[in-house]
């Protein structure tokens, strides 16, 4: 039996390769890709020559059963989508479940993620964050998941087509209200860009400048109104939760769902202050 491996491409930058995957693909019997057109500028830029075979969300069964068959006669097949990771947001999902319910052996090639990219430089609480990936494109089921997700005290990482993203700000901004948000937009791109500031500047922005290209949000989770939320106050509680022994992290992170603060903001002033 074969092996079929789960590989990560770049989401941009054709520079952000591992080694193991130049070999990885090098060795591989076959390709199964989202668009062969994509997948071959990477190809030629490391002067990879491999058989590729088209796969995404409009195949027919057959052409996954003809890739599965592969594997079963022996073959080595790499399976990349066109940016990022296999399976996240992306419908190499279906063939990888098919592939452990065939009982083929699977190793994964790790690497460039837009949505960890986009969660890494947005300076965002990412002790807990939860990937929505696409809302729905209709409006009305846009907007149920948008209430599914009001009280979500995580950070929350989603994607979205620039056609859609104003009337997607705006559908947050009513459900949600004004939260912190970073938009980051073709990450490791020519033209990258890193928005900073709140859905409604965000709004303001790109009404005045048209969204394109690749488009990842971030956005602060939910806040609770319940206790007051006085920073010197809640420092002190902290420091009391060190020193019965709890560890300096979790004493933070607990105490600031607590207030509804930032866990960023506590340690900030906790630091500065209490410290001295």
């Not at 190499?92 to 098919?98: C, D, N």
């Amino acid at each position: 039996m074969g092996i079929l491996y789960i590989c990560a491409t770049p989401i941009g930058n054709l520079e952000d390769v591992s080694i193991r995957l130049l070999k990885t693909l090098r060795r591989v019997d076959l390709i199964a890709c989202e668009d062969t057109r994509h997948t071959i500028k990477l190809l030629n830029r490391y002067k990879i020559k491999q058989r590729l075979v088209s796969y995404h969300q409009h195949s027919r069964p057959e052409q996954e059963d003809y890739i599965i068959a592969e594997l079963l006669r022996g073959k080595a097949v790499a399976l990349v989508t066109d940016a990022g990771m296999p399976g996240i947001s992306d419908p190499g999902v279906k063939l990888i479940q098919r592939a452990i319910d065939t009982g083929v052996k699977i190793e994964v090639v790790p690497g460039p993620s837009a949505a960890i990219a986009a969660l890494s430089v947005s300076g965002m609480e990412s002790e807990g964050f939860l990937f929505r990936g696409f809302l729905p494109a209709r409006s009305g089921q846009r907007k149920t998941a948008l209430q599914e997700l009001a009280q979500v005290r995580y950070t929350l990482v989603l994607y979205e087509a620039p056609h859609r993203l104003l009337k997607t700000l705006e559908d947050m901004l009513e459900i949600w209200g004004d939260r912190e948000l970073v938009v980051a937009r073709e990450l490791t791109k020519v033209h990258e860009e890193i928005i900073r500031g709140s859905i409604l500047k965000a709004i303001q922005h790109f009404k005045e400048n048209a969204p394109r290209g690749e488009i990842c949000l971030v956005v602060a989770g939910f806040q609770p109104a319940g206790k007051s939320a006085d920073l010197h106050a809640v420092s002190l509680e902290v420091d009391q939760l060190i020193r019965a022994g709890m560890a300096k992290k979790d004493a933070f992170i607990i105490k600031a769902r607590e207030y509804g603060l930032k866990k960023s903001d506590l340690y900030k002033y906790y630091e500065h202050h209490l410290k001295r």
